[in-house]
């Protein structure tokens, strides 16, 4: 198994409150991902980083910030939490480039009340 | 952008039974990729296709490409209750490989 830890792995918090998930690598990859699933809408990609400092939007990146200080650690932050982003959340890791398979996390289940 | 249409969305079939489930892309493959996700947990790699008519087997599961059609068939040999879970597609909706767009999922049980 790749060497993708997820913290926390379950969390309940209210509406407006900040959260942050963090995504710890040993696997040295350059790329690093977050997604979130949910019914009806499968995986969908929020931000990712292709190096330290260096990051991008995915599809659903309103209400969401990234941050990468280090190689193996890639923190998802909600500002403000929303009912809406109630959901289970992956962390993938790749070596970056065509071809290159993605490796996922084990996920963490959110839910905002 | 792209989009990947999975079917069947769900699927129940006897122990020992054969299956097929589909990955359809609305544009151009540049990448497939199959995984499996048990429920509750993380997806896990299962393989990946690049090439028009490429074709990969790991154990009982085979997975094929065809680029013409912008299609990719999953096929399941003489099922068993392992096999059950969320089989996902995912596809690089271009060549730079930087970001995976993910079909919706195929939900597979297996009766003993």
């Known amino acids: 198994d790749a060497g993708i830890t997820q913290s926390p792995r379950h969390k309940v918090t209210e509406t407006g409150t900040p959260v942050t998930l963090r995504c710890h690598q040993t696997e040295n990859h350059r790329y690093m991902y977050w997604y979130r699933q949910d019914p009806g809408h499968g995986l969908r990609l929020i931000h990712y980083s292709y190096g330290v400092k260096d990051t991008d939007k995915g599809e659903v990146s309103d209400g969401y910030s990234v941050s990468r200080s280090k190689t193996e650690d890639f923190l998802l932050t909600l500002e403000s939490a929303t009912s809406s982003q109630t959901s289970v959340y992956f962390c993938a890791i790749s070596g970056g480039g065509a071809k290159e398979t993605q490796y996922f996390g084990p996920g963490t289940r959110l839910l905002v009340l | 952008s792209q989009e990947l249409e999975q079917s069947p969305q769900s699927l129940i079939v006897q122990e020992g039974k054969n299956l097929t489930i589909n990955c359809t892309s609305s544009k151009t493959l540049y990448g497939l990729y199959w995984y499996k996700q048990k429920y509750g947990e993380g997806l896990i790699f299962l393989m990946m296709l690049q090439k028009g008519g490429e074709e990969k087997s790991h154990e009982k599961i085979t997975a094929k490409l065809d680029e013409k059609k912008q299609q990719s068939s999953l096929h399941i040999t003489a099922s068993q209750p392992s096999h059950a879970g969320i089989y996902l597609c995912?596809?690089?909706?271009?060549?730079?490989?930087?970001?995976?767009?993910f079909g919706g999922g195929t939900r597979l049980m297996v009766k003993p």
């Open positions: 995912g596809a690089e909706p271009n060549n730079a490989g930087n970001m995976l767009t």
